[in-house]
């Protein structure tokens, strides 16, 4: 079955800049959406189709997508970025949809 | 106001069964593909459960195919999931989650959770 990596943790400054990154084989070739998840609440979207962001998401979030690897940047980074961040993609293999194994940003 | 909100969670024990709602308001209930997502104790998220706009196109993960039964009823605004046979496995928090697509597939992600509701299986 399909299978998406990504680092069990990140730390930043605020004031810097996250990478987080999500391997998968060719996962150039798939739609890629990343999802922000704060302690004791729901996920929200905060990047689909791997470069688009939802209205109220602000622009210090970004994503790009190529090769074997997806990455959601995080600029300018704040102490409520803090949270688990979840990649997903659909695997159509296997008809079914795939969340990466999620990654603790901690702000220092 | 859009949301979702999920009911049924609880405490069961082992070889049960359970039902989950989830009731949607504040958008086109019919025009969205649904979805249960779980998460585990500590854990990451996993997909459980699809199901088209129309009931058309239904999925689930190998983890409960066999075991879980998703539906939906257009008409009430609702999505449910039963759980049969239920392991300890199966403890984690259940969300509901719209699609942005009438359809499962590649076109589709999840951009509206509610805040889920609990399932513990003990004895």
């Known amino acids: 079955s399909y299978m998406l990596t990504q680092p069990p943790s990140v730390s930043v400054a605020p004031g810097k800049t996250a990478t987080i990154t999500c391997g998968g084989d060719?996962?150039?070739?798939?739609?890629v959406h990343w999802y922000q998840q704060k302690p004791g609440q729901a996920p929200v979207m905060v990047i689909y189709y791997g470069t688009d962001r939802p209205s109220g998401i602000p622009e210090r979030f970004s994503g790009s997508n190529s090769g074997n690897t997806a990455t959601l940047t995080v600029s300018r980074v704040e102490a409520g970025d803090e949270a688990d961040y979840y990649c997903q993609v659909w695997d159509s293999s296997s008809d079914h949809y795939v969340f990466g194994t999620g990654t603790k940003v901690t702000v220092l | 106001e859009v949301q979702l909100v999920e009911s049924g969670g609880g405490l069961v024990q082992p070889g049960r069964s359970l039902r989950l709602s989830c009731a949607a308001s504040g958008f086109t209930f019919d025009d969205y593909a649904m979805h249960w997502v779980r998460q585990g104790p500590g854990k990451g998220l996993e997909w459980v459960s699809g199901i088209s706009w129309n009931s058309g196109t239904i999925g689930y993960a190998d983890s409960v195919k066999g075991r879980f039964t998703i539906s939906r009823n257009n008409a009430r605004n609702s999505l449910y999931l039963q759980l049969n046979s239920l392991t300890a496995e199966d403890t984690a928090f259940f969300f509901c989650?719209?699609?942005?697509?009438?359809?499962?597939?590649?076109?589709?992600?999840?951009?509206?959770w509610g805040l889920g509701t609990l399932v513990t299986v003990s004895s």
């Open positions: 989650a719209k699609a942005s697509a009438r359809m499962l597939g590649s076109a589709g992600y999840f951009d509206l």
């Open positions: 060719n996962i150039g070739s798939k739609s």
